[in-house]
T-cell receptor
Framework: DSGVTQTPKHLITATGQRVTLRCSPR?????VYWYQQSLDQGLQFLIQ???????AKGNILERFSAQQFPDLHSELNLSSLELGDSALYFC????????????FGPGTRLTVL | AQKVTQAQTEISVVEKEDVTLDCVYE???????LFWYKQPPSGELVFLIR??????QNEISGRYSWNFQKSTSSFNFTITASQVVDSAVYFC??????????????FGQGTTLQVKP
């Protein structure tokens, strides 16, 4: 158990809908990373937050947004969902802004029908 | 540009065979870290190893060993005497340290290893 929790574990929704994925980092970790694992794109970095501020951005679609709250949990919002958004979404946390050690959550599997 | 290439998409071996998973990386930074992760059928990502760019010593952990060669920008992973439980997707990843103040990981495409009994 990495100490990183993600909810829900599974999510099934329809095209055009909006969903929110939630991540709670390990106690004491200030950085949260979001990654997407899809059949088309593989495992790719989406976005990083550090202590409430956006720190780095990867190949994140404009339909997707994220935020980190004062209690350090993070949410990834996906809107106007398309079939291609079906993927496994991982959250990872680390202590610092560029800490080498990242701890991954179990992932949220999103299925868009 | 940063990039990680795992040219082997799928590998199939018979139990007890040795198998090497290849990883080639590209980076302009002189300071970086390389990682290997295992993703079993259950889906979680399991951390296996981390090396920094200044440490080219090979590492052995049980049946696992890693060969890091900066001259060829490679960080290969060998499983000796493979077992069925080694069946998984294996990812190589890169984290640059010099040019960006972030710990984001750049992953390769992954290699699916199937070990048959």
């Amino acid at each position: 158990d990495s100490g990183v929790t993600q909810t829900p574990k599974h999510l099934i929704t329809a095209t055009g809908q909006r969903v929110t994925l939630r991540c709670s980092p390990r106690s004491g970790d200030l950085s949260v990373y979001w990654y997407q694992q899809s059949l088309d794109q593989g495992l790719q970095f989406l976005i990083q937050y550090y202590n409430g501020e956006e720190r780095a951005k990867g190949n994140i679609l404009e339909r997707f947004s994220a935020q980190q709250f004062p209690d350090l949990h993070s949410e990834l919002n996906l809107s106007s969902l398309e079939l291609g958004d079906s993927a496994l979404y991982f959250c990872a946390s680390s202590k610092g802004v560029d800490s080498v050690e990242q701890f991954f959550g179990p992932g949220t599997r999103l299925t868009v029908l | 540009a940063q990039k990680v290439t795992q040219a082997q998409t799928e590998i199939s071996v018979v139990e007890k065979e040795d198998v090497t998973l290849d990883c080639v990386y590209e980076t302009r930074d002189t300071t970086y870290y390389l990682f290997w992760y295992k993703q079993p059928p259950s889906g979680e990502l399991v951390f296996l190893i981390r090396r920094n760019s200044f440490d080219e010593q090979n590492e052995i952990s049980g049946r696992y060993s890693w060969n890091f060669q900066k001259s060829t920008s490679s960080f290969n992973f060998t499983i000796t005497a493979s077992q069925v439980v080694d069946s998984a997707v294996y990812f190589c990843a890169l984290s640059e340290r010099g040019s960006s103040n972030t710990g984001k990981l750049i992953f390769g495409q992954g290699t699916t290893l199937q070990v048959k009994p």
